[in-house]
């Protein structure tokens, strides 16, 4: 027997996040909402990776910070981006289900969306998905012996590290840099490779942050190094071999890819979304091929990343179709005839 819900949001990252807020704060009725979140808190990424000193920017990559809809944001702490999304959940209420990753997504041919959690399976007449790009890491090009499968890692969500570790981040992103400065907090003797000769790719302050670091001697920076193998040892850590032989094939505890992140594209596209390319089709509400399915947030801007105003803003957009196409509260009849609205979904 499934639970069967008017719209589901996978995901509570600020795009789910300000979906649900916009959605309540229109009359959406709450209990017919449901958000579905894989980890045991909401915005996991910016609580457990970003360093405690690190700004979250409304402006970010080129997207204008305008906010066009219900929330808006500056430039915030770290703590203070938790706290303002905490006050949000708790101002309207907004009902999540914690600990279930969602598996998938199937189109009903009687209309609306089966939804299969790891818990539960649900079905909703409409649904976005707000996950992020995490779900499909680049990877490099040689491959990764199985048996260090459990110390090579393409984000920070699959282990715990501990003071002491030795630690290679590759990349040259902000994710890098991020990756870096949370590794260091936590007592991390840390490596950062990156094949250019110079950091370009990263936002300013955390190039900055990265610098330093390595010009006070607490991380080394190795730039214009290539990885051609990882070869294991016989204690389990990952031997790295470098194009130069200068670096000498030094061993880590672990090694932490971050080459940049894609759409999860299968998973997508199992929902049965079109590509072209690797972008999914996407209307200018963020509506996919498939009616009443969503994208909102870092899936809807290409391969580039988006910011959290960008998040707040296709969710707005999201929001302007469900309530224009899908859904209008529906008046009721008070006892002296007069209507009322009354908040419940109406039918198309």
Excluded at 157 to 173: A, D, H, I, N, Y
Excluded at 265 to 284: M, Q, T, Y
Aim: charged share 25%; aromatic share 10%; net charge negative.
């Amino acid at each position: 027997m499934s639970d069967s819900w008017e719209l589901i949001i996978v995901g509570a990252g600020p795009g789910g996040l300000a979906l649900a807020a916009e959605a309540l704060h229109g009359g959406f009725p709450r209990d017919e909402l449901l958000v579905l979140e894989k980890s045991d808190k909401t915005i996991w990424s910016i609580r457990a990776l970003y360093p405690e000193n690190k700004l979250t920017t409304a402006n970010y990559k080129g997207y204008t910070a305008d906010a066009q809809g219900l929330l808006t944001i500056s430039d915030m702490t770290k703590a203070e981006t938790i706290a303002f999304f905490d006050r949000l959940v708790e101002q309207y209420q907004i009902p999540i289900r914690y600990n279930e990753e969602v598996w998938s997504i199937r189109a009903l041919a009687e209309g609306g969306y089966e939804v299969r959690t790891t818990r539960n399976l649900y079905r909703a007449r409409l649904v976005a998905i707000a996950i992020g790009i995490f779900g499909r890491p680049n990877k490099p090009d040689y491959p990764i012996p199985t048996v260090l499968k459990s110390r090579v890692h393409f984000d920070l969500t699959t282990w715990k590290p501990e003071p002491g570790m030795e630690v290679l981040v590759v990349g040259g992103g902000d994710s890098a840099g991020e990756y870096v400065q949370y590794l260091v907090q936590d007592g991390c003797r840390v490596t950062l490779s990156y094949r250019r000769q110079q950091i370009v790719r990263m936002l300013e302050q955390n190039r900055q942050a990265v610098e330093r670091l390595a010009a006070e001697g607490r991380i080394r920076l190795w730039l214009g190094s290539n990885i051609t193998k990882l070869e294991p040892t016989p204690e389990g850590r990952p031997r790295v071999v470098f194009a130069e032989p200068e670096l000498d094939s030094p061993l880590f505890d672990h090694i932490v890819y971050a080459l940049g992140g894609t759409t999860p594209e299968n998973f997508l596209r199992s929902a049965g979304i079109a590509f072209e390319g690797k972008v999914p089709v996407l209307d200018e509400h963020f509506e996919t091929n498939q009616p009443g399915l969503f994208l909102v947030g870092d899936l809807c801007a290409n391969m580039k990343g988006g910011s959290i105003i960008y998040a707040f803003n296709t969710a707005h957009t999201v929001w302007e179709r469900i309530r224009q196409r899908y859904w209008q509260p529906v008046p009721e009849v008070s006892s002296d005839g007069m209507a009322a609205s009354a908040g419940r979904s109406g039918r198309p």
